[in-house]
């Protein structure tokens, strides 16, 4: 992650999953603020820790190289990669800092979709939803089921840490922390105060979605 020269955003969001999320989730016992995201650069590799806190006292982000990051033991929490900003950089962002928060668009599944496979590389996460949608063939750690409320399309994640995320589709609230999807694959991330301006979202699109349950259910039965 120190080489700048010819480095990209596939290389980054692979180490990422092989082992920059675990190397993030260690930085949390690091500093005296909750971190509610974090943001690695393409092109240098340097991190950016964003404490929860948008403005005041502990809201400064702290800036460290990947090679002083935390050595990876462990797992990645609830950290998700949630796109790539106009700046170049990878956004990671920590849904245990973020306990409510909301993906709004014309059709939010494929984002929620991302964020549900990368949940579920963490061993410790389950997952309960009310949409068929987001539901990963059938994993005992991702299951559809009724959710009383306003009606309400959310994923809960829980990580045996409670209290749990709640994501929902589409909320009607005024949520402070939400993503905002555009049918072009941008969006914007905001955070309280802090906001992130994407030129590409992660998501999964319906062939895509299907061809990995079929291949999960392979596996299953293997």
């Known amino acids: ?24 989730a260690g930085v949390a016992g690091r500093v005296s603020s909750p971190i ?8 240098t590799g340097s991190v950016s820790a964003h404490p929860a806190t948008g403005v005041g006292l502990g809201s400064d982000v702290v800036v460290l190289a990947a090679d002083d990051l935390p050595y990876p033991v462990g797992t990645p929490k609830r950290l998700v990669v949630v796109g790539v900003t106009t700046a170049e950089s990878v ?17 939010p599944e494929p984002a ?24 990963l063939a059938d994993s005992p750690r991702c299951q559809q089921r009724f959710m009383p409320g306003g009606g309400a399309t959310i994923i809960n994640v829980d990580d045996k840490r409670p209290p749990i995320t709640v994501v929902t589709l589409n909320s009607g609230a005024d949520e402070p922390d939400h993503l905002d999807l555009a049918d072009d694959g941008t969006g914007e991330m905001y955070l309280g105060a802090r906001f992130w301006q994407l030129r590409q979202v992660s998501t999964i699109d319906d062939t895509a979605w299907a061809a990995l349950g079929q291949e999960l259910e392979v596996e299953s039965t293997r």
Do not use: F, K
Request: no cysteine; aromatic share 4%.
């Open 1 to 24: 992650m120190t080489e700048a020269s010819g480095v990209t955003v596939g290389d980054t969001i692979r180490w990422l999953h092989e082992e920059g999320l675990v190397r993030l």
């Open 91 to 107: 956004l990671v962002v920590d849904l245990a800092a973020t306990l409510t928060l909301s993906i709004n668009a014309d059709r």
């Open 112 to 135: 929620a979709r991302s964020w549900v496979m990368q949940l579920l590389l963490n061993p410790e996460i389950t997952l309960n939803t009310n949409s068929a949608e987001v539901v």
């Open 36 to 43: 509610s995201a974090y943001t690695v650069d393409v092109a």
